[in-house]
């Protein structure tokens, strides 16, 4: 099993520039997120899905869109990339009320 | 204001000792309590967590230990080890099944 997979690992963007962070699980989990980690403040949690159709958004949403065609995937896309939006982003998908199970993280800075 | 809050970023313990890793928090809802470790370029793997009917959770080395009273979780390391050396997210659930994450301590178990 590969778990949750997130592509790319690393990213360098201009200031302004799109792009879509993946991520994939295949362990058939109806509940998958996105979260930021940032010196001292923790992940904290941009959007989330319960399943495929759905999305809602977390505590730090701004300037980011999900969507959720499939069970096993759940994209994040930055519209218009920022400086502010340099971070550490890192996927997780659950099964029920068991714990989640992260990605290893995609290194994104904005120039 | 942040819900769950880990006063200390790092923590240096000599190999053999224990170590003891503190969070608070300020949500009295929260249900459940997790700890997460996180090596470099790593995603967060859960390490240990406890219901809030409890007090107490042991599993081998790590303890945890809630307060309800007081909002105050801490996780206990013993012994120490080198391999023990990450940082350690403490994270709360809520009715909403979602997870609120602490800023993390870096722990440091020096040979």
Same mark, same amino acid.
């Given at each position: 099993n590969a778990g949750v997979t997130q592509t790319p690992k690393f990213q360098v963007l201009k200031t302004g520039q799109s792009m879509t962070l993946q991520c994939a699980q295949d362990m058939n989990h109806e509940y998958m997120s996105w979260y930021r980690q940032d010196p001292g403040m923790g992940l904290r949690l941009i959007h989330y899905s319960v399943g495929a159709g759905i999305t809602d958004q977390g505590e730090v949403p701004n300037g980011y869109n999900v969507s959720r065609s499939t069970t096993e995937d759940f994209p994040l896309r930055l519209l218009s990339a920022a400086p502010s939006q340099t971070s550490v982003y890192f996927c997780a998908s659950r099964r029920g009320n068991y714990g989640y199970t992260f990605g290893s993280g995609t290194r994104l800075t904005v120039v | 204001d942040q819900q769950v809050k880990q006063n200390s970023p790092s923590l240096s313990v000599q190999e053999g000792r224990i170590s003891i890793l503190n969070c608070d928090y300020t949500? !009295?809802?929260?249900d459940y309590f997790l700890w997460y470790k996180k090596y470099p370029a790593e995603g967060p793997t859960f390490l240990i967590s406890i219901s809030s009917i409890k007090d107490k959770n042991e599993d081998g080395r790590f303890t945890v230990f809630l307060n309800k009273s007081a909002k105050h979780l801490s996780l206990h390391i013993? #012994? !120490?080890? #080198?391999?023990?050396s990450a940082v350690y997210f403490c994270a709360a659930r809520d009715a909403g099944n979602m997870l609120t994450f602490g800023g993390g301590t870096r722990l440091m178990v020096k040979p």
């Open positions: - | 949500n !009295s809802m929260f013993v #012994p !120490s080890q #080198p391999g023990d």
